[in-house]
């Protein structure tokens, strides 16, 4: 008797574990058929009709667009929204401001090349009242912390305006950065050096850019553009050009590139979010390629890449206290990682060439041509200027001024360099 009942019990176990793995089956299908379902909605919302698509070398596809059906016109904000050219300005007059430059010919950096391109353009052009944007894809998505977060960059804490610093050090990126404070800068250029820095975490990316911002109470506002390595976000360890904004330092709002609705692009030749080469190399060639952005009288953010082609714009509806002016302007270079240098080891990811600044041309990153404009509307070298680095023994800053030419600015570093940077 004793026996039978042990073996009803095991029955009953066997049974019960069987129902247990059936249910959890059943979940875990309906689980994944439900992100597969979201993934789709996504991707749907992401990638617009195109009217040509690209097959790029690099394994991108480049979408050609209509102008109107880009993602920016799925904000709330935008959806009545008319692209401020033509109806607003008389093209290209009005457009003018965008197209000054100021380089010197007695810069510190000298023999570097701006025939800088994107890979995708060997491959086809886009068609005009077309827009290139670069595809998404599911692993795309799949390699997200979430699909809301899809194109987010981390979090970061307010600067305090007043110090030119963050109100703490928790947040888990690495600045090395010229910075200059003001009340009324209304643009902003460099010549950014171009190289192909090594990202070693999966999570970790590496920048060198510029940021226009305005503090918004405990937040900020910032309208950002340079190149970047981001293999979470693209997939690859190329150098990738790319653009980013935000209204509450990160928190919920703005994104890079065209991965959620805000920065209206115009430009059919210029990519956001795709390969930019060739790269600079020591004892070699340096390459760099211009990047300014202006505001205009109605609020919007301009980018422009190469001194003459403008990319598009951040409307005024999307950026909050940066609708008047911005506050501070920073040059320079950003590494993000999970592994912080309080809990060593350091991450080994390079900012810049992955030299330190003290290396100079041909061997540190650098950015000449850096160049502010206010409210006299005149493009010029900033007045009062400071160097920062988060961890100066890992990534650090430069400023070299000599009498009679013009400044130019170092940054970067290799990241982990036992014992200085454990």
Not at 248 to 269: K, M, P, R, W
Not at 363 to 373: D, P, Q
Request: net charge neutral; glycine share 8%.
């Amino acid at each position: 008797m004793g026996k039978c009942k042990v073996a009803i019990l095991l029955l009953w176990v066997f049974f019960a574990l069987c129902t247990t793995i059936l249910e959890l089956k059943v979940e875990a299908r309906a689980a994944s058929s439900f992100l597969e379902k979201e993934i789709e909605a996504k991707l749907k919302l992401l990638n617009k009709p195109a009217v040509k698509s690209i097959k790029s070398e690099d394994g991108d596809i480049i979408d050609c667009i209509n102008i109107y059906k880009q993602p920016a016109f799925d904000h709330p904000a935008l959806i009545n929204h008319t692209i401020q050219v033509g109806k607003f300005y008389d093209t290209p007059n009005n457009l003018n401001f965008l197209l000054e430059s100021q380089s010197s010919s007695t810069r510190g950096a000298t023999n570097a090349s701006t025939d800088v391109f994107q890979t995708w353009q060997k491959s086809g052009s886009c068609p005009k009242e077309t827009v290139p944007i670069r595809r998404i894809r599911k692993e795309d998505l799949l390699r997200a912390v979430s699909l809301n977060r899809f194109g987010q960059k981390p979090p970061e804490p307010s600067v305090n305006s007043a110090t030119n610093t963050k109100l703490n050090f928790s947040n888990l990126d690495y600045d090395a950065h010229l910075a200059t404070l003001g009340f009324n800068f209304i643009g902003a250029q460099a010549n950014i050096n171009v190289w192909n820095p090594n990202v070693e975490q999966p999570e970790d990316f590496t920048t060198a850019q510029m940021w226009l911002k305005a503090n918004n109470g405990e937040n900020f506002a910032s309208v950002e553009a340079g190149w970047m390595v981001n293999p979470k976000l693209y997939g690859d360890h190329n150098s990738r050009l790319f653009a980013a904004w935000t209204i509450n330092s990160y928190h919920t709002t703005g994104c890079f590139d065209l991965t959620c609705q805000g920065f209206v692009q115009i430009a059919s030749e210029i990519a956001l979010g795709s390969t930019v080469g060739p790269y600079s190399s020591q004892f070699n060639q340096q390459y760099e390629i211009n990047v300014g952005i202006f505001w205009d009288r109605n609020g919007n953010w301009w980018l422009r890449m190469k001194d003459k082609i403008i990319v598009g714009y951040w409307p005024a509806a999307i950026v909050g206290n940066l609708q008047h002016s911005a506050t501070l302007v920073q040059w320079g270079g950003q590494v993000f990682s999970y592994n912080v240098k309080t809990t060593p080891p350091h991450t080994g990811t390079q900012m810049g060439s992955g030299e330190a600044a003290s290396g100079r041309f041909g061997f540190a990153c650098y950015m000449t041509n850096v160049r502010i404009k206010d409210y006299s509307e005149t493009l010029k070298y900033p007045q009062f200027v400071s160097t920062y680095a988060a961890e100066p023994y890992c990534y650090s800053a430069l400023n070299d001024v000599q009498y009679g030419k013009d400044p130019v600015f170092f940054f970067g570093g290799p990241g982990r360099r036992p014992p200085y940077c454990p």
